[in-house]
């Protein structure tokens, strides 16, 4: 059985900060399950642009409301309930227009401190940054 709390990551080296994001990393490649599950914060009025050329993301909205700019400019209403999935790499725009709290499942599954490039990707898990 694997157990891990949001109280128990915070502080530690499993809260990876962005600029515009702070990320809880509740299970990591090291786990060993196949997938890595964040529960992460959004700052209000952030726009993060993201292509996740080495992962697929899900993120199930939790808290907070905003709005998803995808590929083709078609605009998608972001509140709690809500998942959404950039299928085929696809380049997208988070607005966060209040703060915003969404869990966020990666396969790969993220190695632990990944921060985004400059195309808004996270790097391959081999050229993950260590610890
Ligand atoms: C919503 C989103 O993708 N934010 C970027 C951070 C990433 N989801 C993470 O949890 O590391």
Redesign the pocket.
């Known amino acids: 059985m694997i157990i891990h709390s949001l109280a128990e990551v915070t502080g530690t080296e499993r809260e ?1 900060r ?1 600029p515009l ?1 702070t ?1 809880r ?1 509740l299970l990591l490649a090291g786990d060993g399950v196949g997938f890595s599950l ?1 529960d ?1 914060v ?1 700052h209000a009025g952030a726009e ?1 642009e ?1 292509q996740y050329l080495n992962h697929v ?1 899900a ?1 199930y909205v939790v808290e907070g409301r905003g709005e998803l700019v995808d590929e083709t400019g078609q605009t998608h209403p972001l509140e709690p309930g809500v998942l959404y999935l950039a299928d085929a790499h696809q380049r997208h725009t ?1 607005h966060a227009h209040t703060e ?1 709290r ?1 869990l ?1 499942v ?1 396969d790969p599954p ?1 190695t632990g401190r ?1 921060v ?1 490039d400059e195309r808004g990707a ?1 790097p391959p898990p081999g050229q993950a940054p260590a610890r």
């Open positions: 990876v962005g994001w990320s990393r964040n992460t959004v993060l993201m993301e993120v988070l915003f969404a966020c990666f993220l990944e985004h996270f």
